[in-house]
């Protein structure tokens, strides 16, 4: 029973976290009343903000098409990890 509730507890959280956090980034670019407006521009940011959005994006971008780059940086350290694990745990 534990299992289950914990469960549905992680699975409501999953749904609602997206949910939240789309709202906030939609508030923060576009503010709170964007549709309720007269003659509201979606395209209304700034350079700053045309600035973060592209330091954000552009990384994004590129990892999800050649995600071998980011992970292929972490290869030698579990090569050491394992090295160091196995003097402790395979005597």
Request: charged letters at 15%; aromatic letters at 16%.
């Amino acid at each position: 029973m534990p299992k289950i509730a914990i469960t549905f507890v992680m699975a409501i959280g999953m749904i609602l976290t997206p949910i939240y956090l789309l709202s906030m980034s939609r508030q923060i670019f576009y503010g709170y009343k964007l549709f309720n407006t007269p003659n509201s521009y979606v395209f209304d940011s700034g350079p700053r903000e045309l600035f973060v959005s592209i330091s954000i994006f552009i990384p994004a971008i590129g990892i999800g098409m050649y995600p071998d780059f980011v992970l292929s940086l972490s290869v030698d350290k579990v090569d050491k990890v394992e090295g160091i694990l196995s003097n402790y745990f395979y005597r």
